[in-house]
């Protein structure tokens, strides 16, 4: 058994552990705050979610799996055509998509009864392509002329998806701006890339469905008088868990907070498990960004590196995003937490990610090993 653990889970064995730990962390969750949800919709079934939650983290895994089992390089060369397939398909969600709290960020999965989010593709397309491209061009990256066409990229996808989830486009312009730094691209070219990134965002704010929406939570937060309701549930929740919570289950806040098995899934944690909970989710996802910049550090090929450091940043940018809206940081964003939080086909996405970053790390031990 160990022989065949060792032969076939390879890669970052703390990458490895965090996932799991994070994974039961969120299936416990995700269970208690989903049982208003079985009495509204499945008659009491509340193994219901249990049951739907852990089947995603199992396909979430078998997909991570393959994705560190493939050479890390493939990924570069599918990159673009993703870029491709996004455009058209945030296009087609921001018309026809699932609507849902004002905003088409869905495109509806018949057989399969599932959402399927484009923003998760065209994320982790643009982020293999950026890193790809930075590798390629190395050398030339000091000339404005070189950067062009990845700041069009940039744009366009950020742009696209900014539509409908603003805060998304923001992160993924955040994650760019991040790779392009550690690939030492001049200040002032940086400058030209917020500038782009703020303007393609500035446009999907006017011409969007949640303009208004991000707008209204942004002076709500700077005024802090109209308190959101569901900001009011998750602070309840937070202030009442104490240094070790309530007890699994025991959630109050559950019955109330809109989303609690998502966008506020650190709450019920909190309340539940208390601080000393939430401090060690909070460090464990510190610990995954740790790992994956020790994958950049580590890696002798430019590409790998980078994609490693940007994948790990995206991930993470994410997850601190969630915890910062829950205690009251940052405004209302509506972005999930990874790995904790019940998703559809994000689940499948962050196993991916996931799963590239261990591929990196897999080729770089075993380079390693032949040195």
């Not at 990458?15 to 994070?22: A, D, N, P, Q, R």
Request: glycine residues 8%; proline residues 3%.
């Amino acid at each position: 058994m160990i022989e065949w653990l060792k032969r076939n889970i390879q890669g970052d064995k703390y990458i490895w552990l965090i996932s799991i730990i994070l994974s039961v962390i969120g299936l416990l969750a995700v269970y208690s705050a989903t049982s208003l949800l079985a009495f509204q919709q499945k008659d009491g079934n509340t193994e219901f979610f249990l049951i739907k939650h852990f089947l995603l983290i199992a396909f979430s895994f078998v997909a991570m799996w393959f994705a560190h089992k493939i050479d890390y390089k493939y990924y570069s060369k599918i990159a673009l055509i993703g870029l491709y397939v996004s455009v058209p398909l945030l296009i087609l969600t921001y018309t026809f998509g699932v609507n849902t709290n004002e905003a088409s960020r869905w495109i509806s999965i018949p057989v399969i009864n599932m959402a399927f989010q484009p923003s998760d593709l065209a994320k982790l397309s643009l982020i293999v392509y950026l890193s790809s491209f930075l590798a390629k061009k190395q050398y030339d990256l000091d000339k404005i002329k070189t950067l062009i066409i990845p700041f069009i990229w940039i744009g366009i996808i950020c742009m696209f998806i900014a539509l409908a989830n603003l805060s998304t486009a923001l992160i993924l312009g955040a994650t760019s701006i991040l790779l392009m730094f550690i690939s030492r691209v001049k200040i002032s070219h940086l400058s030209l890339l917020i500038f782009f990134v703020l303007f393609s965002g500035g446009i999907a704010l006017l011409t969007g469905q949640r303009g208004y929406t991000a707008i209204s939570r942004v002076e709500d937060f700077i005024n802090k008088k109209n308190l959101p309701y569901q900001l009011e549930q998750a602070y309840i929740a937070v202030s009442t868990g104490g240094l070790f919570g309530k007890g699994p289950g025991n959630s109050n806040q559950k019955n109330f907070l809109p989303q609690s098995s998502s966008d506020f899934i650190y709450a019920i944690i909190v309340e539940e498990y208390g601080f000393i909970m939430g401090i060690s989710v909070l460090l464990l996802y510190l610990i995954l960004l740790y790992r994956g910049l020790k994958i950049f550090i580590n890696s002798d090929r430019p590409f790998g590196g980078l994609l490693s450091a940007g994948l790990s940043f995206a991930l993470v940018i994410q997850a601190i995003t969630n915890m910062c809206v829950v205690v009251g940081l940052l405004p209302v964003t509506g972005v999930t937490l990874p790995l904790v939080s019940m998703g559809g086909t994000s689940q499948l996405f962050t196993g991916i990610t996931i799963g590239i970053i261990l591929s990196i790390s897999r080729e770089n031990e075993r380079e390693s090993s032949y040195a």
